[in-house]
């Protein structure tokens, strides 16, 4: 098993963050009276997540180079989203945390079984097309956006206070 390089840089170049879940956000029922008429479904926002827009603009961009689109995948999500929390909760930005676990190792440990992997992280940037900007400009992390051996991907992002922290977790299953 190989993994890919997984470059790191600072501002304004990625970072890794944790993302809310790709999951529609809860919508909450009204209170019905007794002599209430039922209340309507609830409305569920169509908006994207942060999350479905990071995974719209990379694929866009790897359209562009004639790679196949990634698909996001819950357990590549949830090693980004620990890896963002853990990187805001211990302040730190690396793609090796301070005990010393890296990528593969998050990404093994949130259940995924790859083939190959590869993690970009930014910080600082605040919308996705910002942070997308960011890792296009730089040369490791657009490798890893454009290669096209990678099947799916995770989004974290966590806010901080020196600005979101995010993370991309690229992936192909064994």
Partial sequence: SSASPSPSATSPSPSRSRSATA??????QRPRTPSS????????SSAP???DEVIALVNDERSKAGC???SGNS?????????????????????????????????TAAGYRWSTYGENIAKGQQTAAS???????????????LN???EEIGIGREDSS????????????L
């Fill in 23 to 28: 999951a529609p956000e809860k919508a909450t």
């Fill in 37 to 44: 008429a039922p209340a309507p479904a609830p409305k569920i």
């Fill in 49 to 51: 997540s942060v999350a």
């Fill in 68 to 70: 196949a689109a990634v």
């Fill in 75 to 107: 357990l590549l999500a949830k090693a980004a989203s620990r890896h963002s929390a853990d990187m805001v909760a211990r302040d730190y930005f690396s793609h090796t945390s301070p005990d010393g676990t890296d990528p593969g190792a998050r990404i």
């Fill in 131 to 145: 942070v997308m900007d960011a890792w296009m400009n730089s040369e490791g992390h657009r490798a890893n956006i």
């Fill in 148 to 150: 096209c051996s990678f």
């Fill in 162 to 173: 020196g600005g979101p922290v995010w993370t991309q977790n690229f992936g192909a299953a």
